[in-house]
């Protein structure tokens, strides 16, 4: 499995980007896809993630009602759209892969091989 995240850049407060997670491999269509952010000097934060179908979600408290994580089958993309931004969102941005069970889509311990990243700064 590979995946590549991108779209990051500098945004300002309240601004908005979308991330996407490219992913390639034999049996990614039917699993899980998770973001992750980290950063600096801080652990890693489990953000969203969604199943092969789309009709499971986790979201985590500190981004609800802001992001919304979306997936085109055709293009194995997992899209992340991140909107009123803040400073504290600043981080680099990973995608993972996770399992093939909806009910455990929130499961942190699941996702594994990760992306490079992609750096997300949010300017107050």
């Known amino acids: 499995v590979q995946l590549q995240a991108s779209g990051g850049g500098l945004v300002q407060a309240g601004g908005s980007l979308r991330l996407s997670c490219s992913a390639s491999?034999?049996?990614?269509?039917?699993?899980?896809i998770g973001w992750f952010r980290q950063a600096p000097g801080k652990e890693r934060e489990f953000i969203m993630a969604?199943?092969?179908?789309?009709?499971?979600?986790y979201v985590a408290d500190s981004v609800k009602g802001r992001f919304a994580i979306s997936r085109d089958g055709a293009k194995n993309t997992v899209y992340l759209q991140m909107n009123s931004l803040k400073p504290e969102d600043t981080a680099r941005y990973y995608c993972a892969v996770g399992g093939e069970h909806a009910v455990r889509v929130g499961v942190r311990d699941d996702y594994n091989y990760w992306g490079q990243g992609t750096l997300v700064t949010v300017s107050s």
């Open positions: 969604i199943n092969w179908s789309g009709g499971a979600r």
């Open positions: 491999g034999p049996t990614v269509s039917r699993l899980s």
